[in-house]
């Protein structure tokens, strides 16, 4: 009787299992739409463009690896070091010739199946400080931020 039953899971289980359509996660390489929601109090919501590019081993013993940087033209320039794990992704960096540091974890999203244009969204919370020692030296900014990705950064 035990062993009747275990097959009549397995088979039932079987359609429900094949029937639904694999989902792909959308791969943090490419251009990314970013705003920024800064908690209360602080600065207003902000968009930047973000270009996400996979660079082998530039995270030592992270496969989905790379750099990214603020859109090219943008003064100052935001740049920095990614990794991928599974749909969460971290991503944290420093801005050109200023003081200041970044660092973001969050989520990828995705609604597209398998096989289709890669179509994805992204949201997490980040922390952004500045460095520069001394008198008047800023209180840390912390948010929360979503993406949406973009053909390209202009």
């Not at 970013?34 to 013993?61: E, H, M």
């Not at 603020?70 to 992704?89: M, S």
């Not at 020692?133 to 053909?151: C, H, N, R, T, Y």
Request: aromatic letters at 10%; one cysteine or more; charged letters at 10%.
């Amino acid at each position: 009787m035990k062993c009747k039953w275990k097959i009549g899971c397995s088979l039932i289980g079987s359609p429900v299992l094949s029937s639904t359509p694999a989902m792909a996660l959308p791969e943090l390489n490419g251009s990314w739409q970013i705003t920024y929601y800064p908690d209360p109090n602080r600065n207003q919501p902000a968009t930047y463009c973000v270009a996400f590019t996979t660079v082998a081993g530039s995270v030592v013993g992270e496969p989905l690896s790379g750099t990214w940087q603020e859109a090219p033209g943008a003064a100052p320039t935001w740049r920095g070091n990614w990794i991928q794990q599974g749909d969460r992704v971290k991503w944290w960096g420093s801005v050109t010739n200023i003081q200041y540091v970044t660092s973001h974890e969050g989520t990828l999203i995705t609604s597209s199946p398998v096989g289709a244009a890669p179509v994805g969204s992204m949201t997490g919370q980040y922390q952004f400080y500045s460095i520069a020692g001394g008198v008047g030296a800023a209180a840390p900014e912390l948010g929360a931020w979503s993406a949406q990705k973009v053909a390209n950064c202009s």
